[in-house]
Nanobody
Framework: QVQLVESGGGLVQAGGSLRLSCAAS????????MGWFRQAPGKEREFVAT????????YYGDSVKGRFTISKDNAKNTLYLQMNSLKPEDTAVYYC?????????????????WGRGTQVTVSS
């Protein structure tokens, strides 16, 4: 199985940028379709972005489309989320997740492995 560890979160002003990383160990990222989700206090976990195991396709949640970019580096076994034009409503704990090869999914229950999350706070 794969272990996932997120990093790169922090405090940023509205309009700023952050890049989150998700380091994988135990299995190569190429074995998994990967996703980013987030959860704000008092809210349900929300789909952010996903990238297929081949890296050939990416999909985004409507609230982040055009501002966030998901990518991965198989050589470094690391998943990334570049976040630009951040808004206060992007404040949340961000989680990376892995699902065994297959179709991309926006549904969190389709994912098999999860990291512990990294906090992103955007001040107005």
């Amino acid at each position: 199985q794969v272990q996932l560890v997120e990093s790169g979160g922090g405090l940023v002003q509205a309009g700023g940028s952050l890049r989150l990383s998700c380091a994988a160990s135990g299995r190569p990222l190429s074995s998994y379709t990967m996703g980013w989700f987030r959860q704000a206090p008092g809210k349900e976990r929300e789909f952010v972005a996903t990238i297929t195991w081949s890296g050939g396709s990416t999909y985004y949640g409507d609230s982040v489309k055009g501002r966030f970019t998901i990518s991965k580096d198989n050589a470094k076994n690391t998943l990334y989320l570049q976040m630009n034009s951040l808004k206060p409503e992007d404040t949340a704990v961000y989680y990376c997740a892995a699902k065994v090869r297959g179709f991309a999914s926006r549904v969190d229950s389709d994912y098999d492995y999860w990291g512990r999350g990294t906090q992103v706070t955007v001040s107005s």
